[in-house]
């Protein structure tokens, strides 16, 4: 390219910046048959003056679409047929007594101790043996049938190590893990199969 030629492109490109920067909207007009038709060219938004507008919101508008606030009720007193038939509150087995046989050996066996506390009145302190509770919950299953899921496993047997002290506390927790299961559960807690476990 030629060096006149050059400059003229040069300066062609600069007076197109300098339109194009003091302009924010031209028109063209464009022929389409016998219609003269007007459309704006819009600049960049970058090269566009930014006018803020006034909000059409107000405090008071704001104020009201808020939502209602967060209320705390007591509804302790509206009890719901399945809460009335709950009356244990907290299970604890505290420990067990290892009853001896005739013989060495021979007939042992262990009475686990605990309380259960209720909701109304003063705690329940009874002794049972783990017969007693394996007793229980195939009663249970049997008034129960639809609800296995809910009725939990009974801690394991073990003829070997049924007297050592670390396999009775595992057999303590799994006692109280399932009588509290299904003492707070409103489905078994005023079930006659629990009264006759209880009171017999």
């Given at each position: 390219?030629?060096?006149?030629?050059?400059?003229?492109?040069?300066?062609?490109?600069?007076?197109?910046?300098?339109?194009?920067?003091?302009?924010?909207?031209?028109?063209?007009?464009?022929?389409?048959?016998?219609?003269?038709?007007?459309?704006?060219?819009?600049?960049?938004?970058?090269?566009?003056?930014?006018l803020r507008s006034?909000?059409?919101?107000?405090?008071?508008?704001?104020?009201?679409?808020?939502?209602?606030?967060?209320?705390?009720?007591?509804?302790?007193?509206?009890?719901?047929?399945?809460?009335?038939?709950?009356?244990?509150?907290?299970?604890?087995?505290?420990?067990?007594?290892?009853?001896?046989?005739?013989a060495p050996g021979?007939?042992?066996?262990?009475?686990?101790?605990?309380?259960?506390?209720?909701?109304?009145?003063?705690?329940?302190?009874?002794?049972?043996?783990?017969?007693?509770?394996?007793?229980?919950?195939?009663?249970?299953?049997?008034?129960?049938?639809?609800?296995?899921?809910?009725?939990?496993?009974?801690?394991?047997?073990?003829?070997?190590?049924?007297?050592?002290?670390?396999?009775?506390?595992?057999?303590?927790?799994?006692?109280?893990?399932?009588?509290?299961?299904?003492?707070?559960?409103?489905?078994?807690?005023?079930?006659?199969?629990?009264?006759?476990?209880?009171?017999?």
């Amino acid at each position: 390219m030629e060096p006149d030629q050059r400059a003229d492109a040069v300066a062609r490109e600069q007076q197109t910046l300098a339109v194009a920067a003091t302009t924010t909207t031209t028109t063209t007009t464009l022929l389409s048959g016998d219609l003269h038709q007007r459309e704006p060219i819009v600049s960049p938004p970058y090269w566009q003056k930014h006018l803020r507008s006034d909000s059409s919101w107000s405090f008071t508008t704001v104020d009201r679409s808020r939502p209602a606030p967060i209320r705390l009720e007591d509804n302790t007193e509206e009890w719901t047929e399945q809460s009335r038939a709950l009356w244990a509150r907290h299970v604890v087995f505290s420990d067990y007594t290892v009853i001896s046989g005739s013989a060495p050996g021979i007939g042992a066996y262990v009475v686990w101790n605990f309380t259960i506390e209720t909701v109304k009145g003063g705690p329940i302190t009874l002794r049972k043996r783990y017969s007693e509770f394996d007793k229980l919950r195939k009663n249970l299953l049997r008034t129960f049938p639809l609800s296995e899921a809910a009725i939990p496993e009974l801690p394991r047997k073990s003829v070997i190590s049924r007297f050592q002290t670390k396999f009775l506390e595992q057999r303590k927790e799994g006692l109280e893990h399932f009588l509290t299961c299904i003492l707070l559960n409103p489905e078994f807690s005023s079930c006659p199969v629990i009264k006759d476990f209880l009171f017999c």
